[in-house]
């Protein structure tokens, strides 16, 4: 039996939870997308040294744990003087080990252009640098919309374990309140929900941008 | 004595231990249109990538108006390699069109014209907007200016790409096999733009299988077989009596499959 006033109780903390949430998967997103085009370049246009440093990054991001991830940063910020950053150190993790796989989508989409497009804009003049932001980057975001939607959503449901480092997100959050009403069914089918509501606008999100850029697409 | 436009001296050019160009020397006149013939794999299209330095040849040196390509030569006589910066302003002053178009499908035919001259050239974009409407008027695509290059056909990719290369106002013009990639009722749209660029004493170098064009536009023909230059003659010349056995042979089998199916232009009626 679902306990409505239970329910009415926990929502408005669960509330104030999904903001947290929300805000840990936009951190550790966009942290996550810059140190993976920066990775992705680093890769495929730093030399023999780039290369070994993406290529190592990414193997040591994904060869362990996101959850033991997590404990190396959040024990490992106090002794460089930042004490008491459980959010910081969540976003950091999170996204740390998501640019690991960000550095392979951007590295996939930066292959996929034709290396005709490349040879036509050397002819025409075009530096390295211009080729990149105004020939391969650009092309390279649209083509890879899709996987970074995806990535961005596993993004939001490894929020959760930022709960062993005490950062209230929702599910932290729906433990909290159980413990005290002992009412799992209620809190937790309304956290799930809550997942869902959020993964829906970041799809939207995303779809509407694809469709805004389908037009460039081959 | 006319002005050398693009010229290569001894250009060799090897992939691993496979030598495709052996020593090839040219020389490219201003207002010159040179047709470049011969079977697959006598390495035309790989001199003309050489010309162009997006392949630098293994051996040899190639003069753009008598200016070493990517190679600096102090006044000792010591060379270098040219800085990125002065190679892509070198560049940017040959004109290349490919087999397979490259447009820039995130950008539209106004776009793709317009990115050299105002991200290269400098030049203001509402100045390069003027000046890629005026080739567009040229190439025949003036309505086209606001449409991508995904929903144009193959034979107005190709103007555009053509349009794009005109508006560096480059020095001369590479054609990579211009039409082989277009269907036979496209082919005749994009003659007729090179053939208005040679009426208008463009200099140019193209590579094609198009006999007809040769024939007729062309101010000189480079026969190649082997990664070697077998004759370089008038077009006439070349169709009415080939010096060389190699080029009678290609000749004959070519203008056989004329005979046979007729050329693009025929086709197109």
Same mark, same amino acid.
């Given at each position: ?5 239970? =329910? +009415? ?23 996550? =997308? ?13 030399? @023999? ?18 959850? /033991?991830?997590?404990?190396?940063? #959040?024990?490992?910020? @106090? ?56 020939? /391969?980057? @650009?092309?390279?975001?649209?083509? +890879? ?14 929020? @959760?374990?930022?709960? /062993? ?6 599910? #932290?959050?729906? /433990?909290?309140?159980? +413990? ?16 869902? =509501? ?9 779809? +509407? ?10 | ?112 014209? *317009? ?22 008027? *040229? ?131």
């Amino acid at each position: 039996m679902v306990d409505l006033a239970i =329910l +009415s109780q926990a929502l408005p903390a669960i509330g104030t939870a999904a903001v947290v949430t929300v805000a840990l998967t936009l951190a550790a997103s966009l942290i996550s =997308l810059v140190v993976g085009a920066l990775s992705a370049a680093v890769q495929l246009g730093g030399g @023999p040294i780039g290369y070994a440093l993406s290529r190592t990054y990414v193997s040591l991001m994904r060869g362990t744990p996101l959850f /033991v991830q997590l404990l190396v940063v #959040y024990y490992g910020l @106090p002794p460089i003087g930042i004490r008491g950053q459980a959010f910081l150190a969540a976003a950091l993790a999170i996204g740390l080990n998501s640019g690991a796989y960000t550095t392979e989508i951007l590295r996939a989409a930066i292959l996929a252009v034709p290396r005709g497009q490349l040879e036509a804009a050397t002819t025409i003049g075009l530096t390295w640098g211009k080729i990149w932001r105004r020939i /391969v980057l @650009p092309q390279a975001f649209v083509t +890879s919309l899709p996987m970074l939607t995806a990535e961005f959503t596993i993004v939001l449901k490894s929020t @959760p374990l930022a709960s /062993v480092i005490a950062v209230t997100e929702m599910t #932290y959050t729906g /433990v909290l309140i159980q +413990s005290r009403t002992y009412s799992a069914s209620e809190v937790f089918l309304t956290i799930a929900v809550g997942y869902i =509501l959020i993964a829906q606008v970041l799809m939207r999100l995303s779809r +509407s941008l694809e469709r805004r850029t389908r037009r460039l697409r081959f | 004595m006319p002005v050398s436009a693009i010229r290569a001296e001894g250009v060799s050019m090897d992939f691993g231990s496979l030598r495709v160009l052996h020593g090839i020397n040219v020389d490219v006149s201003e207002g010159e249109v040179v047709a470049v013939l011969g079977p697959s794999g006598s390495g035309k299209s790989t001199l003309l990538r050489c010309l162009s330095w997006l392949t630098p040849p293994t051996e040899g040196a190639v003069y753009l108006q008598g200016e070493r390509l990517g190679v600096a030569v102090a006044p000792d006589g010591r060379q270098s390699r040219l800085s990125a910066a002065k190679l892509a302003r070198q560049r940017s002053r040959i004109g290349m069109v490919f087999q397979s178009f490259n447009l820039w499908p995130h950008l539209t035919v106004l776009g793709n014209i *317009t990115e050299g001259p105002v991200q290269v050239l400098g030049l203001r974009p509402g100045e390069a907007r003027e000046r890629a409407m005026t080739i567009l008027e *040229t190439v025949g695509l003036a309505a086209k200016a606001s449409a991508y290059p995904a929903t144009l056909s193959g034979g107005q990719q190709q103007r555009v790409a053509i349009a794009r290369a005109l508006a560096m106002q480059p020095e001369l013009l590479l054609f990579d096999e211009p039409t082989s990639s277009l269907d036979p009722e496209l082919v005749g749209e994009v003659l007729d733009v090179i053939e208005l660029l040679a009426a208008r004493r463009t200099t140019m170098v193209v590579v094609t299988h198009e006999i007809a064009f040769a024939s007729e536009a062309a101010t000189r023909v480079i026969f190649m077989d082997g990664g070697r230059i077998v004759e370089d003659t008038l077009p006439a010349t070349f169709f009415r009596d080939p010096a060389e056995e190699r080029s009678r042979r290609f000749l004959e089998r070519t203008l056989r499959r004329y005979a046979q199916f007729g050329s693009h232009r025929s086709a197109e009626g």
